[in-house]
C-alpha cells in the first residue's frame, strides 16, 4: 500500500469540500469505497440501530502500516494522490483523505490492521479526535474498523437522523449500489444480526444483480456491450415490456463509481422512445469506462455528480449501446387484447342463440360502479376455445363455454350500474325482452334498457346523488371530451377527470369500494431496499387499502391481492408508484398517505383519454356525472367540466 501523507495545503485547497458526515450511510460508503481501494476480494458490512449504534466494515485488502495508522484519520492525508497533477487523473474511488478524519469526530472508532509483511497487527482507537491507543493485535492480513455510538458527541446532528429503519434502509442502498458496481467483490451485509446480502464475487455483473434484486428482476434485463470513440458501455437494460413508473431502479456507474448523470438518462429514455408507452421509464445497471483524463470527479461533495469532457460522446455511446441492444432483441412485448365489441355476439350468432346487448357495456368482470372498458378477457376466452366449423349433420346446438355463459349473466347485470336488487314482488317477474338494436354505418349500438322500477335508495346515495336534469350528449371529441346540452348550457366533460373523482369518491366513502380481489397467481415487484422495506412497514395500511402484500425476499414483495377497481396488469406499477410515494412521505400522518393512496389507485383504475366508449356508456356516464353536484374538480383540483352558456355562445358569434 502507498504511504499515508498529508497534502500540501495548495493541494488540499483545490479540492471540493468533502461531504459532512450526516447519517450511517455516508460513514459506509466513504469505508467501503476505503476498502475497495484497498483491494479486497471480500468485504463485510454490518450495522446495527441503523448504523447508529454500531457499523462494522471488515476486508482482507492491503492493510495499514502501522506507522501510517495515525495519519489516516488525519484530515486532508491520503495515499490516493500526492500533487494537484493527480486530480486529473484519479484511479481511485477515494481520494480527498477526509472520510476517516470526519467520522473519527464524531464517533468512537477502533481499527485493527495489518499489512502481508507484518508479523503482527496494529489496534488502534480514536474517540472523538483524540487517540486513546495505540497497540499491538493479533489479526489476519486486512482491516477491521468499527464505529460506535455516531454523533454522541454532537446531539444537535443526531436529533435530525431518522428513525432506525429507515437509516438502515439508506445503509443498504449505498450496500446495493457498490455491490451492483463492483462484481469481482464478494459483499456481505449484516443488519441487526441477520444476513441479508451476500454476492458470490464472482465477477459477473448478471450474479450481483440475482442476489440484491432477485430472479424475477434479472429475467427481465438485456445484456448491452458496446464500445464507441474510446467509450464502452456495458451491463443490462430492461425489456420494453418491463418498463417501470419512475427512474428509481436506473443504475449507472462511471469506471466503477456510482453517479448520477443527466445525460446518461436522457441518452437511455431517447433510446426507449416508441419502445415503452409515455410515462414509463426502463431500468438499468449500466458502467460506462472512459479514460480518466476524459472526466472530472471532483466537482460534487459526495463524488455522485462528474463533469465529462464531451457530453455528447458520452450521450452517443449510452444511446447507441441501448438502442442496439433493444434492435437485438427479438422477444415480444406481451400481448395486450383489445376490447372486441362483437365478439360476444358473433359467437352467440353462430351458436344460433340472442343474448342480452347489454353485455357489450362489459368485457371484463371487474368494477361493479364502471361504465367503462379496459381489457378483454372475454376475448382471451374466444381466442383459446378450439375452433371448428359445425357440420350440415351435426343436430347439437351449439352453446357457449360455462366460463362464457356465467361472464354474460354477470356483464347483463353489471350493464345497469345504477339498477339495484329489485323489491320482493317483482323478484319472480319475467325480465324484459330485450328491443332489437338499430344498426347505422356498420357500428352496432345497444338498445337502451327497459324501465325498471325505481330502485330503493340507500340513506348514502340519497346524502350524494340528486335527479339529473334533462340533457342531451351531443357527442364526443378526440375520445376525451363528452359534449353535453342541458337547458341554455353546453357542458364539456374530461371523462378521465370525471371518472377518476366518481371512484375516488367511492374508495373513500365506501367499505365495498376498497374491497379487494384474489390474484390468480402472485405478482412479485422488485423495489430498491428503501421502498421494500417501506412497503413491508405500511402493509397493514395497504391491507386497508386493498393491498395484500408479502415479503418474497431480496428486495421483492408479493401482491396477492388488490383493489377491485384495478386490473392485475396495473399491479406493478401502482406498487412501484406506492413505494416511491412512501420513501418520500415518511412524516407525513396516515390519513394523508392513505389520500395518496385513493388518488392512485382512482387515477389507474379511471377510463383514459382516448379510450373507445360507446353511446350507451357515454349517456349514463353523464347522468351519473351530473346527479352529483359534488363532483365538479378531479382529486388533483382539476376541473371536470366547464361551461359555456347559450349567452355566451350567441356572443361569441355576434348574435347578441
Known amino acids: 500500500?502507498?504511504?499515508?501523507?498529508?497534502?500540501?495545503?495548495?493541494?488540499?485547497?483545490?479540492?471540493?469540500?468533502?461531504?459532512?458526515?450526516?447519517?450511517?450511510?455516508?460513514?459506509?460508503?466513504?469505508?467501503?469505497?476505503?476498502?475497495i481501494d484497498a483491494g479486497a476480494k471480500k468485504i463485510t458490512v454490518e450495522i446495527r440501530r441503523g448504523g447508529v449504534q454500531y457499523i462494522r466494515v471488515t476486508d482482507d485488502g492491503c492493510g495499514i502500516a502501522r506507522e501510517d495508522v495515525r495519519n489516516a484519520f488525519v484530515s486532508h492525508a491520503?495515499?490516493?494522490?500526492?500533487?494537484?497533477?493527480?486530480?486529473?487523473?484519479?484511479?481511485?474511488?477515494?481520494?480527498?483523505?477526509?472520510?476517516?478524519?470526519?467520522?473519527?469526530?464524531?464517533?468512537?472508532?477502533?481499527?485493527?490492521?495489518?499489512?502481508?509483511?507484518?508479523?503482527?497487527?496494529?489496534?488502534?482507537?480514536?474517540?472523538?479526535?483524540?487517540?486513546?491507543?495505540?497497540?499491538?493485535a493479533g489479526c489476519p492480513v486486512g482491516t477491521t474498523l468499527i464505529v460506535r455510538d455516531l454523533f454522541y458527541n454532537t446531539p444537535a446532528r443526531m436529533k435530525f437522523l431518522k428513525k432506525d429503519v429507515?437509516?438502515?434502509?439508506?445503509?443498504?442502498?449505498?450496500?446495493?449500489?457498490?455491490?451492483?458496481?463492483?462484481?469481482?467483490?464478494?459483499?456481505?451485509?449484516?443488519?441487526?444480526?441477520?444476513q441479508t446480502?451476500?454476492?458470490?464475487?464472482?465477477?459477473?455483473?448478471?450474479?450481483?444483480?440475482?442476489?440484491?434484486?432477485?430472479?424475477?428482476?434479472?429475467?427481465?434485463?438485456?445484456?448491452?456491450?458496446?464500445?464507441?470513440?474510446g467509450v464502452t458501455v456495458d451491463g443490462f437494460v430492461s425489456k420494453p415490456s418491463a418498463s417501470r413508473p419512475n427512474r428509481s431502479m436506473q443504475f449507472f456507474y462511471l469506471n466503477g463509481r456510482f453517479i448520477k448523470t443527466g445525460t446518461g438518462s436522457a441518452a437511455l429514455s431517447e433510446a426507449y422512445k416508441h419502445a415503452i408507452m409515455a410515462g414509463k421509464f426502463p431500468a438499468c445497471v449500466l458502467n460506462i469506462t472512459v479514460p480518466n483524463q476524459l472526466v472530472d470527479v471532483n466537482v460534487h461533495p459526495a463524488k455522485i455528480e462528474v463533469r465529462f469532457a464531451n457530453e455528447k460522446m458520452i450521450f452517443n455511446a449510452v444511446y447507441y449501446a441501448v438502442k442496439n441492444t433493444l434492435e437485438g432483441d427479438r422477444s415480444k412485448a406481451p400481448l395486450h387484447i383489445n376490447p372486441d365489441k362483437n365478439a360476444l355476439r358473433n359467437f352467440?350468432?353462430?351458436?344460433?342463440?340472442?343474448?342480452?346487448?347489454?353485455?357489450?357495456?362489459?368485457?371484463?368482470?371487474?368494477?361493479?360502479?364502471?361504465?367503462?372498458?379496459?381489457?378483454?378477457?372475454?376475448?382471451?376466452?374466444?381466442?383459446?376455445?378450439?375452433?371448428?366449423?359445425?357440420?350440415?349433420?351435426?343436430?347439437?346446438?351449439?352453446?357457449?363455454?360455462?366460463?362464457?355463459?356465467?361472464?354474460a349473466d354477470e356483464?347483463?347485470?353489471?350493464?345497469?350500474?345504477?339498477?339495484?336488487?329489485?323489491?320482493?314482488?317483482?323478484?319472480?317477474?319475467?325480465?324484459?325482452?330485450?328491443?332489437?338494436?338499430?344498426v347505422e354505418s356498420g357500428t352496432e349500438r345497444p338498445a337502451e334498457p327497459a324501465q325498471t322500477a325505481e330502485p330503493a335508495q340507500t340513506a348514502e346515495s340519497v346524502q350524494t346523488e340528486d335527479a339529473a336534469p334533462e340533457f342531451r350528449v351531443i357527442g364526443e371529441a378526440f375520445r376525451t371530451y363528452i359534449f353535453v346540452e342541458t337547458e341554455n348550457k353546453i357542458w364539456i366533460i374530461d371523462k378521465h377527470a370525471a371518472h377518476e373523482r366518481m371512484l375516488y369518491e367511492q374508495l373513500r366513502a365506501s367499505p365495498d369500494g376498497k374491497a379487494s380481489q384474489m390474484l390468480l397467481a402472485p405478482i412479485p415487484v422488485t423495489l430498491r431496499k428503501d421502498e421494500y422495506d417501506a412497503v413491508l412497514e405500511h402493509a397493514g395500511m395497504l391491507a386497508d387499502a386493498g393491498f395484500t402484500v408479502e415479503d418474497f425476499g431480496t428486495g421483492t414483495i408479493s401482491v396477492t391481492s388488490c383493489p377491485i377497481l384495478l386490473d392485475a396488469s396495473d399491479v406493478p406499477d401502482a406498487i412501484a408508484e406506492l413505494a416511491g410515494y412512501l420513501c418520500r412521505s415518511s412524516q407525513q400522518i396516515l390519513t394523508e398517505k392513505m389520500?395518496?393512496?385513493?388518488?392512485?389507485?382512482?387515477?389507474?383504475?379511471?377510463?383514459?383519454?382516448?379510450?373507445?366508449?360507446?353511446?350507451?356508456?357515454?349517456?349514463?356516464?353523464?347522468?351519473?356525472?351530473?346527479?352529483?353536484?359534488?363532483?365538479?374538480?378531479?382529486?388533483?383540483?382539476?376541473?371536470?367540466?366547464?361551461?359555456?352558456?347559450?349567452?355566451?355562445?350567441?356572443?361569441?358569434?355576434?348574435?347578441?
Open 197 to 229: 446480502l451476500l454476492t458470490p464475487g464472482d465477477g459477473k455483473t448478471e450474479s450481483a444483480i440475482y442476489a440484491v434484486f432477485g430472479r424475477e428482476f434479472l429475467a427481465s434485463l438485456l445484456p448491452v456491450s458496446y464500445t464507441c470513440d
Open 411 to 438: 356483464f347483463a347485470f353489471l350493464a345497469q350500474p345504477s339498477v339495484r336488487k329489485p323489491p320482493a314482488a317483482a323478484e319472480n317477474a319475467p325480465p324484459p325482452a330485450p328491443e332489437p338494436v338499430p
Open 595 to 656: 389520500d395518496w393512496i385513493y388518488h392512485n389507485t382512482a387515477c389507474r383504475a379511471a377510463i383514459k383519454g382516448g379510450d373507445f366508449t360507446s353511446e350507451y356508456e357515454l349517456r349514463q356516464f353523464t347522468e351519473k356525472l351530473l346527479s352529483m353536484p359534488q363532483i365538479r374538480t378531479c382529486p388533483h383540483g382539476r376541473p371536470v367540466m366547464i361551461e359555456m352558456t347559450r349567452r355566451e355562445m350567441e356572443k361569441s358569434f355576434g348574435r347578441v
Open 166 to 194: 429507515v437509516e438502515a434502509n439508506s445503509v443498504a442502498g449505498v450496500v446495493d449500489r457498490i455491490a451492483l458496481s463492483h462484481p469481482e467483490i464478494s459483499i456481505r451485509f449484516i443488519r441487526e444480526d441477520k
Open 1 to 35: 500500500m502507498p504511504k499515508i501523507v498529508r497534502l500540501p495545503k495548495s493541494v488540499a485547497d483545490l479540492i471540493a469540500a468533502g461531504e459532512v458526515v450526516e447519517r450511517p450511510s455516508s460513514v459506509v460508503k466513504e469505508l467501503l469505497e476505503n476498502s
Open 78 to 136: 491520503t495515499s490516493k494522490i500526492t500533487g494537484a497533477d493527480d486530480l486529473n487523473r484519479i484511479f481511485t474511488l477515494g481520494f480527498r483523505g477526509e472520510a476517516l478524519a470526519s467520522a473519527a469526530a464524531v464517533s468512537r472508532v477502533e481499527v485493527m490492521t495489518r499489512m502481508a509483511d507484518e508479523p503482527i497487527g496494529t489496534h488502534y482507537c480514536i474517540e472523538g479526535g483524540e487517540e486513546t491507543l495505540l497497540d499491538d
Open 348 to 407: 352467440y350468432a353462430m351458436a344460433g342463440e340472442e343474448k342480452p346487448q347489454q353485455m357489450e357495456l362489459r368485457t371484463a368482470v371487474q368494477k361493479r360502479d364502471d361504465f367503462f372498458v379496459h381489457t378483454s378477457d372475454v376475448s382471451a376466452l374466444f381466442d383459446s376455445a378450439p375452433k371448428r366449423a359445425p357440420k350440415p349433420t351435426d343436430s347439437v346446438t351449439l352453446r357457449a363455454p360455462a366460463a362464457i355463459q356465467d361472464a
